[in-house]
């Protein structure tokens, strides 16, 4: 099976697993992923078929959006093993997929990703950030029952995955502050860092209208 036969079965695999997704991580998220690490692919040397791959399945087994990690991972192992991936390809993308999250940076040891693994964490916290990360921001926490702002609730320096995770202490607004406006400074890639600049200041802007207007100052 050639790369693109391999890269079509991926694609409509994840279609089956993510295309219900009600939280901002659905098909069109991966999608945006996607394309995204095929640009950064471009100007860096990672390995197509590992970035695509990881890119697409890369939210499938998110302990945030499944009940039962483990048993969907088994399930994207059988996938790719009927697919024609290799032991070593199947071994790098999981290890992508496991490892990329904003959670896992939190860690006392953050995991070392390949290059490939860098492209495509790129590729994810660039969706997260400017408008359709602004957008994607609330669309969450709207499904969640967050807060949008109260002054009175300062923002976290979040210290793990476990405080990061919990919901009942985050507002909207404070999303921003404990999460989105550090993701520019921790993209991997020239690419990516490049398009993180625009994006930063379109997030900065929106944050001192909404202020402005929460404080009726316009």
């Given at each position: ?6 890269i079509?079965k ?6 089956e ?17 996607v ?6 692919l471009k100007?860096?040397?990672?390995n197509?078929?590992?970035a ?7 939210d499938v087994?998110?302990?945030k ?5 483990a048993?969907?991972?088994v399930k ?7 697919s024609?991936f290799?032991?070593?390809e199947?071994s ?6 496991k490892?990329l ?9 953050p995991?070392?990703?390949s290059i ?8 994810d916290?660039?969706d997260?950030i400017?408008?359709?990360g602004?957008l ?9 029952s967050?807060v ?7 923002p976290r ?11 009942s ?13 550090n ?8 690419t990516?860092?490049?398009i993180a ?12 209208e909404?202020?402005d207007e ?5």
């Amino acid at each position: 099976m050639n790369l693109s036969d391999k890269i079509a079965k991926v694609h409509h695999f994840s279609l089956e697993q993510m295309g219900s997704d009600k939280t901002g991580h659905g098909f069109d998220h991966i999608l945006r992923v996607v394309n995204m690490t095929k640009k950064i692919l471009k100007s860096e040397p990672g390995n197509s078929l590992i970035a695509i791959s990881a890119a697409y399945l890369h939210d499938v087994a998110d302990d945030k959006l499944v009940r039962d990690p483990a048993t969907q991972n088994v399930k994207t192992i059988d996938f790719l093993k009927d697919s024609d991936f290799s032991d070593n390809e199947i071994s790098e993308i999981m290890y992508i997929t496991k490892n990329l999250s904003f959670s896992s940076s939190l860690k006392p040891n953050p995991p070392v990703l390949s290059i490939s693994g860098k492209i495509v964490q790129d590729a994810d916290r660039l969706d997260a950030i400017g408008a359709i990360g602004t957008l994607r921001a609330i669309y969450y926490g709207g499904k969640h029952s967050q807060v949008i702002y109260d002054p009175t609730i300062k923002p976290r320096i979040l210290k793990d995955k476990i405080e990061y995770r919990n919901l009942s202490k985050e507002t909207i607004i404070n999303h921003f502050y404990e999460k989105l406006l550090n993701l520019k400074d921790l993209m991997n890639t020239t690419t990516a860092k490049e398009i993180a600049e625009g994006r930063q200041v379109f997030m900065l802007n929106f944050l001192e209208e909404f202020i402005d207007e929460w404080n009726g100052n316009l």
